[in-house]
C-alpha cells in the first residue's frame, strides 16, 4: 500500500466539498455513471476492433448495489477499468487547469453554496461523491492486465492506492454514506434520479438491493431484487417524433456535466449517399476551457452507434468548439484511425452539413436566447468570419457589433437598413478598432461622422477585430471602412476649403513638425474635427499598417504604429498658436497635442513625465 499527498488544488476541492452547502447532491450519482458510461464505450471499441478481446463473452451493464445494513452504494461497471497510474493520475490529481478553475470560480459565490453545475462544467465529476460520502473506495482492473489496485480516500489531504484482487476488469466506486445522505439507499429515488438523468444512457443500468417481506405465516423474509432502471437506447438512433423536449435536456445533461438547459438543439438523420445521425447542443454558458489551448473537444464520433473519440478537435471547426454533440457514421470502418479521421472525405461532407444547420439554428434562436449566444459566443463567430470561407455570409449575419447609434448591439443587416435610406449616402459601413468602448466613442474621429449623422460601429474587442475585420471586404456590397484610415465623407467632399487651411497654417505646420521629429509620420490641417483641437490617424499607406494583424497572429507584440498629428484649423487654440509668436509656447503646446491626441486613442503618451511637466507650464502661462 502506498500513500500518496493529492494535489494542492484539489485538496482545497476536497475540504469544499466536505465542508459547503450543496444543492442537487444526488447528481454525484449522474457523474459517476456517465464515468462508467465512458469505461463501457472505451472497453466496446476493442472488443469489436482487438483481436486480444474479441472472444470475451461480454455484456456491457452497470449496476448499482444499495445496502442498507451497510449504509453504502456501489456503483460498478464491466469496462475498461482502470490499473495503478490511471487510478493516481485521474483521481489524485488534475493534470488540466480544472480544478483550479473551478476554485476561482467558487470564491465569486457569495451565498455559501456550491453550484452543482461547477463540478461537471470543470471536469471534477468524480470529487462529487464526497458531498455525501465520509469514505469512498475506487477498486478498478484494467482491461489486459493482471493486476488490480484500490484507491481509498476520506476526502482529507491524504489517498491511499493499493494492490488487490479482483477477477474481471472493470471499476466499482463504493461509497460510504453520510448520515444525512440515507436517501440514496432508497430503490424508488434512486430509479427515479437515474431515470431522470441517464435514461438514455445507451447500456443496461441496474439496480440492486435486498427487500424485506413477509411469508403467508408472518415470517419476515428477505428478497434479493434486481431492477432495469433505464430504457438503454442510444437518444440519437431514435426519430425526433418519439423525444421529448425534455428527454433531449437530460441527455446533454447527463453527457456533457451542464445543470442548465442547452440554448438549442439540432437533430439530424441522414440517408442516401451518406448515412449518419447527429445530435447538437448549444450550452447556454461557455465551456471554461473555451479559449484555452487545450480545451477539451465537446463532439463525440460514433461509427455503427459504436464509441470511437472524444478527444477529436476538428470533427467541427475550431470557432465552434463551443458545441457539445454526437456523430455517428454507418459508412466509416470501426478501426479507422486519427489521421483517417482527418483527411476522411465522408467525415468531412458530414462536417460542412452538420455546420450548416447548426449556423441555421443559431439564426433561429427566440430573440431573448440569440442574446444569451451572442453574449457568450460573439467573439467566436467572428473567429469563424476569418476562417470558415464557405460560411462567411451566414456568420456575417450572426455577428453583432456595439454602434455610435443605437444601444445594446446591431448586426450588420440592421446598420444597413437605417443608412441606406438616406440622401447620397455612399455604400460603406464605418468602423472604429480599440481596447476600450469609452474611449473609442468619445474618440475626436468619430466627431465627423455624428455631426454628419453617420453611424459607426464600435470595435472593442481588438485582438480580434483588428485582424477580423479588415479581412471582411465587404457584406452585400456595402465596404467595410476604417475610420482611422480615411478621412469623414464630408472632409473628402470639402477639398477646397482643406486646401486653403493648409495655406494658413503652412508655418505653424512646419514648426511643429520640426519641434516632434521622427516621433510622428506627419502633421497636418484637417476638417474631421469638430470640438477637439488635434487627434493622430495611422498612416494607411504605410506597410507597417497593413501588416500590423500578423504581428499579433504570430503572437509578437504589435509594432508601434507611424502616426500623423492632424491639427483642427478652425479650433481656437490652433488659431492663437498660429498667431503667436513665443516660440516655447508652440513647442510645448506641439507636444500636449499630440500627447493629449494619443490619449483620446487610448495610446500612451510620449513621456508621461515630460508631458505633465508640459501641461502645468502651459497652465502657468494660462492663469
Known sequence: MAKYAYQTEVGQLLKLMTHSLYSNREIFL??????????????????????????????????????EEDNSIAISDNGI????????????????????????ELEKQKDGKVDSNLIGQFGVGFYS???????????????????????????????????????????????KLKEDAKEFLDPIRVKEIVKRYSNHIPYEIYINYKEKTKDEDGNEKVENKRELANEATALWTLPKS???????????????????????????????????????????????????????PGVKLYIKRVFITDKEKELLPLYLRFVRGIIDSEDLPLNVSREILQENRILANIKQASVKKILGAIKKLKEEDFNIFVEQYNKLIKEGIYTDHLNKETLLEIVRYKSSAVEGLTSLDDYIKREEGKEERKKEIYYIIGD???????????????????????????????????????????????????????????????????????????????????????????????????????????????MRHLFVQMGQKEPELPLILELNGKHELIKKLKDSTDLDLIKDSAWVLLDSAKLAEGLEPTDKVEFSKRVAKLLEKAV
Open 30 to 67: 449522474r457523474e459517476l455513471i456517465s464515468n462508467a458510461s465512458d469505461a463501457l464505450d472505451k472497453f466496446n471499441y476493442l472488443h469489436l476492433t482487438d483481436e486480444k478481446f474479441k472472444k470475451e463473452d461480454w455484456k456491457p451493464q452497470i449496476n448499482i448495489k444499495l445496502d
Open 81 to 104: 477499468g482502470m490499473n495503478e497510474q490511471d487510478l493516481i493520475e485521474n483521481l489524485g490529481t488534475i493534470a488540466k487547469s480544472g480544478t483550479k478553475a473551478f476554485l476561482e
Open 129 to 175: 461523491v464526497f458531498m455525501v460520502s465520509d469514505a469512498v473506495e475506487v477498486i478498478s482492473k484494467k482491461a489486459g492486465e493482471d493486476k488490480a489496485y484500490k484507491f481509498k480516500s476520506d476526502g482529507t489531504g491524504e489517498f491511499e492506492v493499493s494492490e488487490v484482487i479482483k477477477d474481471e476488469h472493470g471499476t466499482v466506486v463504493y461509497i
Open 242 to 296: 418519439e423525444i421529448s423536449d425534455e428527454e433531449y435536456k437530460e441527455f446533454y445533461k447527463t453527457n456533457w456535466h451542464d445543470m442548465e438547459d442547452p440554448l438549442t438543439w439540432v437533430h439530424t438523420s441522414a440517408e442516401g449517399s451518406l448515412e449518419y445521425k447527429t445530435l447538437f447542443f448549444i450550452p447556454k454558458v461557455a465551456p471554461a476551457d473555451i479559449f484555452r489551448a487545450d480545451f477539451q
Open 436 to 546: 476600450d468602448e469609452k474611449v473609442l466613442r468619445n474618440s475626436p474621429l468619430l466627431e465627423a461622422y455624428k455631426k454628419n449623422d453617420l453611424e459607426v460601429l464600435i470595435m472593442d474587442d481588438k485582438e480580434i477585430d483588428e485582424i477580423v475585420t479588415p479581412a471582411i471586404g465587404e457584406y452585400k456590397e456595402w465596404k467595410l471602412v476604417d475610420v482611422s484610415m480615411v478621412e469623414p465623407p464630408s472632409v473628402q467632399e470639402n477639398k477646397e476649403e482643406l486646401e486653403e487651411l493648409t495655406k494658413e497654417y503652412e508655418n505653424l505646420i512646419k514648426v511643429i513638425k520640426d519641434t516632434l521629429g521622427d516621433k510622428v509620420k506627419d502633421v497636418k490641417i484637417t476638417t474631421r474635427l469638430e470640438e477637439s483641437p488635434s487627434c493622430v490617424v495611422p498612416d494607411s499607406s504605410d506597410p507597417m499598417v497593413s
